[in-house]
C-alpha cells in the first residue's frame, strides 16, 4: 500500500554540502511515482541560484560535514527563494537533536537521520514527509528582507488590556517569526509558547528577536507583561498570566510539553477573559486545544493556522474539533488579524 496521490508529481531538488553519489536517496524517493527527483547540487551560491530559477517543490539538504555550512545555505535560500527544506543527517538521531532543532531554526521544515540503507520502512516514512512538507507554503525567512510595519493599533480604551497568547510546536518557528515580523507598535504584551528543547530556547529568542517589529524576552517570573514586548516561555517551564499583567513560570504540572500551550492560554482566559487573543499554530499533537476553548468560552478572540500552510495540522485541527477557534488564517494574515482584535478590545 502507499499514499501517494494521483496528478501532478511532486519535484525535488537534492542539495548537499559534500558531493556524494545520491542513487539510493533518488530510488527511495521515485519508488511510487508520485515524486520525482529533478536534480542534484552541492551547496552553494549556484544551488540558490537553481532553487530560485527551477521553482522544486521541496529540497532535500543532506548534511554530511559543517552543520554551519547547511545553516547558511537553509537561511540564504528562505530569504531568496522561499522553498520547503527537509535535512537529512547521520547526526540526526531525533527531532531533538542539536542539528535537528538548528535545522529548524534556521528555517528548515523538518529534519531525518540519514540511515545507512533505505529499508522499505524508512523509505516509507521518508515519503511520506517529503509529501507532506510540500505542502507546506514556504515564507520567507526573517534573517532576509522581513518588512516590519511599524503602525500602531488604536489606543487602548476603557481599562481592559488586551493580551495576546502564541503557542506553536512542529513547524512553528518559521511561522511565529513571520508573526512577530507584522507587529510593530501593538498595543498588548505577546506571551510565546513555542515547544523546543530547553537547550534551543536561546537560539530561539536570538532568531525572534533579529525577526521582531516588537521587543523579545525569554520571560521571567513575577515580572509585568508590558503592552508591545515579546515574552518567549523557557523550556521546561509553563509560561502563564497571573494578577496585574505579571507572569509566573512553573515547573508543575508535569506535563508532555513543558512549555504547555494550555497552560498558557488557560490562564490567559482566566485574568484577560474577553481581552485575550489566542492563537495556535502548526504543530503535532493536541496540545493548546483545551486551554484555547476555556479562552473562546470567555468570549476571547481565538485564531488557528490553516492546514494548507501547517508542517502539521494536529494542534490547529484539534482545537478546530472542540469548537475553539472562530478563524482559520494562513500565516501572512495573523499580524493584520491580531491587531483587528486587539483594536476590538479597546472600543
Not at 540526526?92 to 537521520?113: F, T
Not at 488557560?266 to 484555547?292: F, P, Q, Y
Request: charged share 20%; aromatic share 2%; hydrophobic share 45%.
Amino acid at each position: 500500500m502507499t499514499d501517494a496521490a494521483p496528478g501532478k508529481s511532486i519535484r525535488v531538488l537534492l542539495v548537499e554540502d559534500a558531493p556524494t553519489h545520491g542513487g539510493e536517496l533518488t530510488r527511495a524517493l521515485q519508488r511510487d511515482g508520485d515524486i520525482r527527483v529533478i536534480g542534484q547540487a552541492a551547496a552553494g551560491e549556484a544551488s540558490i541560484k537553481r532553487v530560485a530559477g527551477e521553482s522544486p517543490d521541496l529540497i532535500i539538504l543532506r548534511i554530511s560535514t559543517s552543520a554551519a555550512s547547511g545553516q547558511v545555505f537553509i537561511e540564504q535560500v528562505m530569504a531568496r527563494a522561499p522553498t520547503p527544506i527537509l535535512v537529512l543527517s547521520s547526526r540526526i538521531v531525533d527531532r531533538l537533536s542539536p542539528e535537528a532543532v538548528e535545522a529548524v531554526v534556521a528555517g528548515a521544515l523538518g529534519a531525518l537521520p540519514t540511515p545507512d540503507r533505505w529499508t522499505d520502512e524508512l523509505g516509507t516514512q521518508l515519503r511520506s514527509t517529503v509529501r507532506q512538507l510540500s505542502k507546506v507554503l514556504a515564507i520567507r525567512h526573517p534573517r532576509g528582507a522581513l518588512s516590519r510595519n511599524s503602525a500602531r493599533t488604536a489606543p487602548q480604551r476603557g481599562g481592559r488590556q488586551a493580551v495576546v497568547a502564541l503557542a506553536a510546536s512542529t513547524g512553528g518557528p518559521t511561522v511565529l517569526a513571520t508573526v512577530l515580523a507584522g507587529l510593530g507598535g501593538l498595543d498588548a504584551p505577546v506571551l510565546v509558547v513555542q515547544h523546543l528543547h530547553p537547550d534551543f530556547t536561546g537560539n530561539l529568542v536570538g532568531w525572534m528577536a533579529r525577526a521582531s517589529a516588537l521587543p523579545v524576552e525569554l520571560a521571567t517570573h513575577d515580572q509585568i507583561a508590558l503592552p508591545g514586548h515579546v515574552y518567549l516561555a523557557p523550556g521546561g517551564s509553563h509560561l502563564r498570566l497571573a494578577a496585574k499583567s505579571r507572569l509566573e513560570l512553573a515547573a508543575t504540572p508535569v506535563t508532555i510539553h513543558q512549555p504547555s500551550a494550555d497552560e498558557l492560554f488557560r490562564s490567559v482566559a482566566e485574568h484577560a477573559g474577553s481581552a485575550g487573543v489566542g492563537v495556535i499554530l502548526t504543530g503535532m499533537g493536541d496540545d493548546g486545544a483545551k486551554g484555547l476553548l476555556e479562552l473562546h468560552s470567555r468570549r476571547g478572540q481565538t485564531f488557528g493556522q490553516d492546514e494548507d500552510s501547517c508542517a502539521v495540522f494536529g494542534m490547529p485541527q484539534a482545537a478546530l474539533r472542540l469548537g475553539a477557534l472562530t478563524t482559520l488564517l494562513p500565516p501572512e494574515q495573523f499580524a493584520a488579524a491580531i491587531r483587528r482584535a486587539v483594536a476590538l478590545v479597546g472600543s
